[in-house]
C-alpha cells in the first residue's frame, strides 16, 4: 500500500513537448486508441459507422480502413480496441464479436463472444473483459475464464498487462489495484494514493455514481500510467506513474499546446484537450479525442 507521506514526498517533473499531429479532420472523432508492436491505432466514429486508423508514433505511415457496419445502428459500435506486442489489432464489437486485423487491413479472425465485452487485453493471447469476468478467446489459453472479485456498485475499470503471465486491472473510483494470483484464485488489493486524488476523495458520495480519481490506465515495461482526472489547461496535465503494486513512482506535468484547433468562448487559446494517452519507450502521448490531435512527449 502507498502511503499518503510517500506519495507527497514524490516531487512533479515537467516533461518536454516533443511533438504534435493531428488525424485527418473529416466529420469524425475518435473514440478508442491503443498502441502495439510500434503502431499507433485509433478508432474514428460517426454516427454508425466507424474506421481504423493505424500509423506510427510520430503520425506517419497512415494506413486507413473501414469496419464493417453493425447489424443495428448503435452510436459506437466498436466497444473496446487492443493491440498485440506484433501489431495486430482486436476489435471487440458491440454484437458480442471481437475481430482481429492486420495492420494492412486483412481480417485475420472473427470470434463470437458468449458476453458483450467491454475491454481487451492483446499479448500471447486475447483475453476480453465482461460482466462474467475475464474470458481468453484467442491464444494458446483460449477458453479459460477467471471470475472476478465483489466490486462496488459503481465502477470504472480497466484492464492492464503488467506481466506476460498475469492479468491485473485498476479500479478508478476507489484508487484501488487488483492482481490475479492464480496458484489461489484470488485478487489481491493494492490501494493507490497520490496527492491529486485527495481533492476528489473528500467530496461528498453521489447517489448515482462516482468521480475517477484518474482516467486512460495504461501499462508499460511493468508499470503503469495514469492522467489524473481534472486537467488544469493553463499548467498542464498530470500524468501519474505507478509500479505493478500500486505504489506511486512519479508524477509528470506534461504542458498543454495551444492553436491545437480553433479558439472557441469556452478555450479561447485552443489549447489541447486531453481524455486517453498512450505510452511508448521513450514518449507520452496525450490524446485529444474531440480535437483528434496528440501531443508527444518526452520520458525516460
Known amino acids: ?6 506519495a507527497q514526498d514524490i516531487p512533479v517533473s515537467t516533461l518536454q513537448l516533443t511533438g504534435l499531429f493531428s488525424l485527418p479532420s473529416d466529420p469524425s472523432r475518435i473514440t478508442r486508441a491503443a498502441f502495439g508492436g510500434g503502431v499507433l491505432w485509433f478508432v474514428v466514429s460517426n454516427g454508425g459507422w466507424s474506421e481504423l486508423l493505424s500509423m506510427d508514433v510520430g503520425g506517419g505511415g497512415q494506413n486507413r480502413f473501414a469496419v464493417q457496419p453493425s447489424k443495428r445502428r448503435v452510436p459506437l459500435p466498436v466497444q ?9 489489432l ?9 475481430e482481429i486485423y492486420a495492420r494492412s487491413g486483412a481480417l485475420l479472425e472473427s470470434i463470437p463472444l458468449h458476453e458483450a465485452g467491454s475491454g481487451c487485453l492483446f499479448d500471447k493471447d486475447l483475453r476480453v473483459w465482461s460482466k462474467a469476468g475475464v474470458n481468453v478467446v484467442s491464444g494458446g489459453q483460449a477458453g479459460s475464464h477467471i ?3 465483489e466490486l462496488p456498485k ?14 491485473s486491472f485498476v479500479e478508478a473510483n476507489e484508487g484501488v489495484l487488483y492482481e490475479f494470483d492464480g496458484q489461489h484464485g484470488t485478487w489481491p488489493r493494492h490501494e493507490m494514493n497520490a496527492p491529486e486524488f485527495q ?27 495514469a492522467l489524473s482526472n481534472g486537467v488544469d489547461r493553463k499548467t498542464g496535465a498530470i500524468v501519474l506513474r505507478f509500479d505493478s503494486q500500486g505504489t506511486l513512482r512519479a508524477r509528470y506535468r506534461c504542458p498543454l499546446p495551444t492553436s491545437v484547433v480553433p479558439g472557441t468562448v469556452t478555450n479561447p487559446k485552443g489549447y489541447l484537450s486531453p481524455v486517453s494517452m498512450v505510452v511508448t519507450d521513450s514518449a ?8 483528434k490531435a496528440v501531443a508527444a512527449y518526452g520520458i525516460k
Request: glycine share 6%; with cysteine.
Open 90 to 98: 482486436a476489435v471487440i464489437r458491440e454484437e458480442s464479436l471481437a
Open 199 to 225: 481533492t476528489i476523495r473528500t467530496l461528498p458520495p453521489m447517489e448515482n455514481g462516482a468521480v475517477p480519481l484518474f482516467i486512460s490506465p495504461v501499462a508499460n515495461g511493468g508499470d503503469f500510467y
Open 154 to 167: 459503481f465502477r470504472e475499470v480497466d484492464l492492464l498487462a503488467l506481466s506476460d503471465s498475469s492479468v
Open 284 to 291: 507520452l502521448l496525450l490524446i485529444s479525442w474531440s480535437q
Open 1 to 6: 500500500m502507498c502511503s499518503l507521506v510517500y
Open 147 to 149: 471470475e472476478f472479485p
Open 80 to 88: 473496446a480496441i487492443c493491440a498485440s506486442p506484433d501489431g495486430r
